[in-house]
């Protein structure tokens, strides 16, 4: 069994920051790559963010030099620093984990998502 959880979502104003968490838990082999989505109302979603098991990352080019995606301190655990933040970064963002699971087969596993929203 494993588990996806994010967090730290709220309300910011423009210009502001937030760091999102995410943490897979779980009879984990191993983690190949973590992922940030986020998707607005009436718009599809959209791949923000990838961190690979090598540290490689990747960016949408409209949060590029804005958000930083970064592993944790504690394992299985990601970040996603955002900074500048505009009202068109408003959504709903999801954290995904891309692994093998101990016994079972490679499995991309989704959190429930945590929103964001940057409004005055």
């Known amino acids: 069994q494993v588990q996806v959880v994010e967090s730290g979502g709220g309300l910011v104003q423009p210009g502001g920051s937030l760091r999102l968490s995410c943490s897979a838990s779980?009879?984990?082999?191993?983690?190949?790559?973590m992922k940030w989505y986020r998707q607005a109302p009436g718009n599809q979603r959209e791949l923000v963010a990838t961190?690979?098991?090598?540290?490689?990352?990747n960016y949408a080019d409209s949060v590029k030099g804005r958000f930083t995606i970064s592993r944790g301190n504690v394992k299985n655990t990601v970040y996603l620093q955002m900074s500048s933040l505009k009202p068109e970064d408003t959504a709903v963002y999801y954290c995904?984990?891309?692994?093998?699971?101990?016994?079972?087969?490679?499995?991309?596993?989704w959190g429930q998502g945590t929103q964001v929203t940057v409004s005055s």
């Open positions: 779980g009879t984990i082999f191993s983690i190949y790559v």
């Open positions: 995904s984990a891309d692994l093998l699971p101990v016994g079972r087969a490679r499995t991309e596993y």
């Open positions: 961190i690979t098991n090598t540290d490689s990352t």
